[in-house]
């Protein structure tokens, strides 16, 4: 019995210094716009609670990511998504990691070095600047990183071009993140990029939108 109340204790602590910290950041990121989440504060993607409400197996299972897949993470932040991907892609398969940050970028490398993953392919750029290659993935994803993106209409461009016909992007929002996009504000930006909405699945506090490249 001790035990388990030492254990909830801990995790009240742990839910209060994140929830603290949040409110802290959402203050901070209503006055700046447009920012990426800092490599210092990448805890704020990885926790119990994230993973509660937007689990990266979750994310991947909506988007129906196989074995053998091309997967393009946009602003793949710590990996969060990024070394699951390539775990269920395969050897068959690969991962591009695109960040603009090069702080979030070695994090990832760390870890797949650790976890001997060889087939991700780090790529260090904004999303819209044209970095990747056209018509070459299957499924790409947004995971609370669409907010942050000053030019949103040329980021999902590039990410059309980069798609196969057919390909899908898997656009996730989270709230309380101080950027998250609405259900609205994502159709608007999906008509303007010549997308099609497939289907959006889940509701508050997460929801997963695919938008599929017409063939």
Do not use: W
Not at 12 to 26: C, F, Y
Not at 81 to 104: F, K, N, S, Y
């Amino acid at each position: 019995m001790n035990t388990d109340r030492r254990a909830n204790h801990v995790a009240a602590r742990i839910i209060t210094l994140l929830a603290v910290t949040g409110i802290g950041v959402l203050v901070y990121r209503r006055q700046r716009r447009n920012l990426p989440c800092p490599a210092k504060l990448s805890f704020l993607l990885e926790n119990p609670l994230m993973n509660r409400v937007a689990g990266a197996e979750r994310l991947l299972d909506r988007a129906g990511v196989q074995p053998g897949m091309r997967v393009l993470d946009v602003g793949c932040g710590p990996g969060r998504l990024t070394l699951p991907a390539a775990r269920r892609v395969g050897a068959g398969g690969e991962v591009v990691a695109l960040d603009i940050q090069p702080a979030m970028l070695q994090r990832v490398q760390k870890k797949l070095a650790a976890q001997g993953i060889t087939q991700v392919r780090l790529l260090q750029a904004g999303a819209g600047e044209g970095k990747t290659d056209a018509n070459s993935f299957d499924r790409a994803f947004l995971v609370t990183v669409l907010g942050e993106i000053p030019d949103k209409v040329a980021a999902l461009r590039e990410i059309y071009r980069a798609l196969k016909p057919g390909g899908i992007l898997s656009i996730t929002e989270v709230f309380p993140d101080p950027d998250v996009q609405t259900p609205g504000e994502i159709r608007k930006l999906a008509q303007e990029t010549n997308f099609v909405i497939a289907s959006k699945i889940g509701t508050f506090p997460a929801f997963t939108m695919n938008l599929v490249k017409p063939v």
